[in-house]
């Protein structure tokens, strides 16, 4: 059974930067897709990113464009998500999430994605 945790969240201000990290026990991650996924106090969960088994593709949701970067590790067992120039609204609850074969490519759609980690809280304020 996959087990998935994220780390890396904190406190940071407008302008910062973070990086995130999805790791696994159970079974090695070199079989999924993973996406990154973040859910605002009110608001619907939303996709962020998305990486391919391979890490040859990658999916971006469009208010992250440009200043978030995923990228995964195989060999030690991790995906990544590299979170520059925040902003207040990207304040949320990231989650990372699994989903086993999907070819060479991804989805940032929560519902193709059968496992899930607990989150991790990232705040952006001054």
């Known amino acids: 059974q996959l087990h998935l945790v994220e780390s890396g969240g904190g406190l940071v201000q407008p302008g910062g930067s973070l990086r995130l990290s999805c790791g696994a026990s159970?079974?090695?991650?070199?079989?999924?897709?993973i996406g990154w996924f973040r859910q605002a106090p009110g608001k619907e969960r939303e996709g962020v990113s998305c990486?391919?088994?391979?890490?040859?593709?990658?999916n971006y949701g469009d208010s992250v464009k440009g200043r978030f970067t995923i990228s995964r590790d195989n060999a030690k067992n991790a995906v990544y998500l590299q979170m520059d120039r925040l902003k207040s609204e990207d304040t949320a609850v990231y989650y990372c999430?699994?989903?086993?074969?999907?070819?060479?490519?991804?989805?940032?759609?929560?519902?193709?994605?059968?496992?899930w980690g607990q989150g991790t809280l990232v705040s952006v304020s001054s």
């Open positions: 999430a699994a989903v086993a074969g999907y070819g060479d490519s991804c989805s940032t759609l929560s519902l193709r994605y059968g496992y």
């Open positions: 159970g079974s090695t991650l070199d079989g999924y897709a």
């Open positions: 990486t391919s088994r391979s890490g040859g593709r990658a």
